[in-house]
């Protein structure tokens, strides 16, 4: 079992639509990070956060650290927002989740 | 422009040959990793250098062989790979190599194909 999940795997959706990713993670961790891969390869750190909220332009992460829950949130999505995000965590080391593909249809 | 850059960033090679993959940063950072990314799968921890020194294998196969000359550049070293070996390989940086005192900084990855 890997030690931390993302939700949705896949995600389609219409611009301007408001787009939530769930991350959960089993292990104790020092922060989470919220990372975009586009096609081609490269990895951008979008946020790294250890308690409560972040906003950045239209994205938003959010972190319940009781919970063990983390969420990044994209309001008004644009097709440029389609790319994998992965939510990693720092703990003894750094733990990856799978990613989820957003695709915003223009 | 990420401050970690990744040469080449496509390589094709037979399974007798012998290249090697470039990680350079100019962030000043302490920390320098080779991460391993196949179809589907979470990103794999290859090898972390912190202070030029290897801190962790995570039980690489031994045709993997890294080098870190000092705090700015990794390379990793390819010998004798196999078809599975196959992925994108992924170069990043951070502060210390517990990702605490900042974020993680990745290269453009270099996608290897072993025929």
């Known amino acids: 079992k890997n030690e931390v999940e993302q939700s949705p795997q896949n995600l389609t959706a219409q611009e301007g639509e408001f787009i939530t990713i769930n991350c959960s993670y089993s292990?104790?961790?020092?922060?989470l990070h919220w990372l975009q891969q586009h096609p081609g390869g490269g990895i951008v750190s979008l946020f790294m956060?250890?308690?409560g909220k972040k906003k950045h332009g239209r994205l938003i992460a959010t972190i319940n650290i009781q919970e063990k829950h983390s969420s990044l949130h994209i309001t008004a999505s644009h097709p440029r927002d389609s790319a994998v995000y992965i939510c990693?965590?720092?703990?003894?080391?750094?733990?990856f989740g799978t990613g989820t593909s957003l695709t915003v249809i223009p | 422009e990420t401050g970690v850059t990744q040469t080449p960033r496509h390589l094709v090679m037979g399974m007798t040959n012998k290249k090697s993959l470039k990680c350079e940063q100019h962030?000043?950072?302490?920390?320098m990793y080779w991460y391993k990314q196949s179809a589907k799968k979470p990103l794999e921890l290859m090898f972390v250098?912190?202070?030029?020194?290897?801190?962790e294998n995570n039980s690489v196969p031994s045709r993997f062989s890294p080098e870190c000359p000092n705090s700015s550049h990794l390379f990793l070293h390819l010998h004798t790979l196999q078809p599975e070996d196959s992925a994108l390989y992924l170069c990043?940086?951070?502060?210390?190599?517990?990702?605490?005192?900042?974020?993680?900084?990745f290269g453009e990855g270099s996608r290897l194909t072993v025929l």
């Open positions: 250098y912190n202070f030029k020194e290897q801190t």
């Open positions: 956060l250890s308690s």
């Open positions: 990043a940086s951070s502060q210390d190599s517990m990702g605490r005192h900042g974020e993680l900084f």
């Open positions: 292990v104790g961790i020092s922060a």
């Open positions: 990693a965590v720092a703990g003894n080391q750094f733990y």
């Open positions: 962030l000043g950072h302490n920390a």
